[in-house]
């Protein structure tokens, strides 16, 4: 029969005489999915509240992550300022060593200069002990005397004004008696005899042949020769006057 209004108030009456019909009638006007409609809310909100823990935790993760980013690149900053301050120590370093090397460089080179000229100096001043074996009757030619015959040497054209220069740069300049014939000799004094010493005592007993007309010995003089070959075979054929010791040519 059809349901009325009075039915429907009768029936409002009697659920709330009896609540507890009220769930039954529920279960009978509503769907299984609406009924179920809390517990999803339920579950939802337990997820959103879920999810927005883990939002903060990530937010929170992220803000340390940030803090260590800033953190990271302060240092990453100050180790680039160590690292410049690093370079420009070293530039300066290297600076101060390249000062240095060129300083004792400079004092190498002047403590041999020094040397060179205290070993000049020595074989000029004790040339008659030191050569004796060589010559008799030894004098010095100074720088002076050697420079009036090479000037007339030059003005006899028997000499160029090379040559002539060359000359006046020979260490030690001698005369003596060999054989009883009057001979120059031309000695270069080194500490350490080298190929070039050899070469160039040579070549200066050659011009000085050709300035005077008379046979000039080449010497070489010093602490050592080199021990090279080139140097041997060319120290080989000069007189060599080593530590005071005098060596004659091969034969």
């Known amino acids: ?22 769930p039954e009638l529920r279960r009978l ?8 409609l809390p517990q999803v809310v ?3 909100a337990q997820e959103v509240k879920l999810l927005a823990e883990a939002q903060r935790r990530t937010e929170q993760r992220l803000e340390e992550l940030a803090l260590a980013q800033r953190a990271t690149e302060q240092r990453l900053e100050e180790l680039a300022l160590a690292q410049r301050a690093t370079e420009q120590r070293l530039g300066e370093l290297t600076a101060a060593q ?15 200069g020094l040397k060179g000229e205290s070993l000049e100096r020595r074989y000029r001043e004790r040339a008659a002990s030191y050569f004796q074996r060589i010559l008799r009757r030894i004098r010095i030619v100074d720088h002076q ?17 090379e040559e002539r220069a060359d000359l006046l740069e020979a260490d030690v300049v001698l005369m003596g008696l060999l054989d009883g014939q009057e001979v120059y000799l031309v000695a270069e004094v080194s500490g350490i005899v080298m190929a070039h010493d050899v070469r160039r005592a040579r070549r200066r007993a050659a ?37 005071g010791r005098s060596e004659p040519p091969a034969a």
Request: aromatic share 2%; charged share 30%.
């Open 29 to 36: 006007l509503l769907t299984e999915e609406i009924l179920s």
């Open 98 to 112: 390249r000062d240095t090397e060129q300083t004792v460089g400079a004092l190498v080179r002047d403590v041999a």
């Open 145 to 161: 005397q050697l420079g009036l015959l090479l000037d007339d040497a030059v003005d006899s054209s028997r000499l160029t004004p």
């Open 1 to 22: 029969m059809p349901f009325s209004v009075e039915d429907l108030h009768d029936l409002v009456r009697l659920l709330e005489q009896h609540p507890e019909w009220r």
């Open 207 to 243: 011009i000085l042949e050709k300035a005077t007309g008379q046979r000039a010995i080449p010497a070489v003089a010093g602490e050592r020769v080199l021990d090279d070959r080139e140097t041997q075979e060319e120290a080989a054929g000069v007189w060599k006057v080593l530590d």
């Open 42 to 44: 339920r579950e939802l």
